[in-house]
């Protein structure tokens, strides 16, 4: 049995704010804003809620055996034909894992792949940062974090120490250790961004450089690759 529906529809001329409204009042779990045309959106200034030329809403529903009646009960609270109104029926899933499955190997640079665990990166002279983000920002898809792996790629110096601040899942630690970094901080205050540097930096083991990463319970555990052969941790 399905565990949600999914409501669909345009946003055309309808407010915003009166949309997303309506589908809260209709018994919506989840309102969700999405590109319908795959327009570009520019980064938004502070308090800007900036949508694209033509967006498409996507309301959630905790499963419910009258679907066809919240479809027109929210059609109704939108002054849309009911027609225009799209269903689906989904499954549960493990939900902050599922967006994985778009996520390929990526090359920054000459040298430097960021790649997922499902996946292998089979050039020769490829270093490759094996990465499993979790619950935290970081894969190298964002501009900003692209840009920082390129640069890395192309200037750092041998043997530098780096800090990292908003380290996220350690993408940018774990590439600075991989290119040759001879010590890397990464600082983060989301406790859930230092769980998956952390592990991002056991996974990729074959580094010969000491990154400190402060544990979620304790500011003062750091990690240190000596040789592929000795991983320590300690606190």
């Keep these: 049995m399905a565990a949600y529906l999914e409501l669909t529809f345009d946003l055309g ?16 779990s989840a309102v969700t804003f999405v590109d319908a045309r795959d327009d ?10 900036r949508l694209w030329p ?30 225009l109104i799209g269903a689906q029926q989904l499954a549960e899933r493990i939900w902050e894992r599922e967006w994985l499955k778009h996520f390929h190997p990526l090359r920054f640079g000459q040298r430097l792949w960021v790649c997922p665990h499902h996946e292998r990166v089979s050039e020769p002279g490829a270093v490759v940062v094996a990465l499993d983000p979790g619950l935290a920002f970081g894969t190298g898809s964002h ?7 390129t640069w890395l790629d192309a200037h750092l110096v041998p043997a530098a120490h780096v800090i990292d601040y908003g380290c996220g899942s350690g993408v940018l630690a774990v590439a600075a250790a991989k290119l040759g970094a001879a010590q890397v901080h990464c ?24 990154l400190i990463i402060p544990s979620p319970r304790s500011r003062r555990t750091r990690c240190r ?5 000795r991983r320590r941790c300690w606190s």
């Design 54 to 83: 033509r967006t498409r809403l996507k309301c959630l529903f905790v499963q419910t055996h009258d679907a066809p009646g919240i479809g027109r009960a929210l059609a109704a609270a939108l002054g849309l034909d009911p027609a």
């Design 13 to 28: 001329p309808l407010d915003p704010q009166a949309a997303e409204d309506a589908c809260w009042a209709c018994g919506a």
């Design 40 to 49: 570009p959106v520019l980064e938004p200034l502070p308090g800007e809620f």
């Design 225 to 229: 690759r000596g040789h592929p052969s």
């Design 187 to 210: 600082f983060d205050i989301d406790p859930q961004a230092l769980t998956a540097a952390r592990a991002n930096a056991r996974a990729n083991i074959a580094i010969a450089a000491e």
């Design 143 to 149: 501009p900003s974090t692209a840009l920082c792996l």
